[in-house]
């Protein structure tokens, strides 16, 4: 069991930079591949990016290329997402989720505890 809390969302304007963090408690973060979703209005919920056990391999939707970044501290049994270059179209709740699987997912059943999400706004 893992219990994962998000903080670091809020109101940007367009072009801005927000860094989420998800803390991570229970069992050791190092076990588990941690991902960022994300859910606009009426929209089901997206990945956005992800980080394998190791840390070596990162994944990231192709929207975000480029201005999302993944990372994590295990010392500290949190993961980040530094969000740059922000859109309007960027404004969701971002989730942060944990998997016990080996292989990262993309997909939402992929992971097994989620956050309770951050709202992220970004106005134009």
């Known amino acids: 069991q893992v219990h994962l809390v998000e903080s670091g969302g809020g109101l940007v304007q367009a072009g801005g930079s927000l860094r989420l963090s998800c803390a991570a408690s229970?069992?050791?973060?190092?076990?588990?591949?941690m991902g960022w979703f994300r859910q606009a209005p009426g929209k089901e919920r997206e990945f956005v990016a992800a980080?394998?056990?190791?840390?070596?391999?990162?994944y990231y939707a192709d929207s975000v290329k480029g201005r999302f970044t993944v990372s994590e501290d295990n010392a500290k049994n949190t993961v980040f997402l530094q969000m740059n270059s922000l859109k309007p179209e960027d404004t969701a709740v971002y989730y942060c989720?944990?998997?016990?699987?080996?292989?990262?997912?993309?997909?939402?059943?992929?992971?097994?505890?989620w956050g309770q999400g951050t709202q992220v706004t970004v106005s134009s």
């Open positions: 989720a944990a998997s016990t699987r080996a292989v990262v997912s993309t997909t939402r059943a992929g992971y097994d505890y």
């Open positions: 229970g069992r050791t973060f190092s076990n588990y591949v």
């Open positions: 980080i394998s056990r190791s840390g070596i391999s990162i």
